[in-house]
């Protein structure tokens, strides 16, 4: 994980969309067949790998809300119960406070 004390920048939902797309025209013109989710993932690794963030996605209802990115730029979910008690969130795989400068708290 990058350095815990700046926040890695999150781009914008358009910003990210155009990137995928460019990357798709470019595979198209190597002449192979690319499916929009290998693009999207291209996409996704390149930018984690260069301290860069997509932008999160709206949380699943039934659990708690907090999000933070895995190391490879995908955001995971607090799968603990909404509203529990504490600023420590888990996902199975990764664990994190509210004060980490890449978590997005739980809202609501």
Do not use: K
């Amino acid at each position: 994980m990058d350095d815990a004390t700046t926040a890695r920048r999150v781009i914008t939902e358009n910003d990210y969309e155009d990137a995928c797309a460019r990357v798709l025209v470019v595979a198209e013109r190597s002449g192979g067949t690319v499916r929009a989710r290998d693009v999207e993932e291209l996409v996704t690794a390149a930018l984690a790998g260069v301290g860069v963030l997509i932008p999160p996605p709206a949380p699943e209802p039934g659990t708690c809300t907090a999000l933070f990115p895995d190391g490879d730029g995908y955001w995971v979910q607090c799968q603990e119960d909404p509203g529990h008690t504490g600023e420590y969130h888990v996902d199975g795989d990764y664990g994190w406070t509210d004060e980490h400068p890449d978590a997005v708290p739980a809202q609501g």
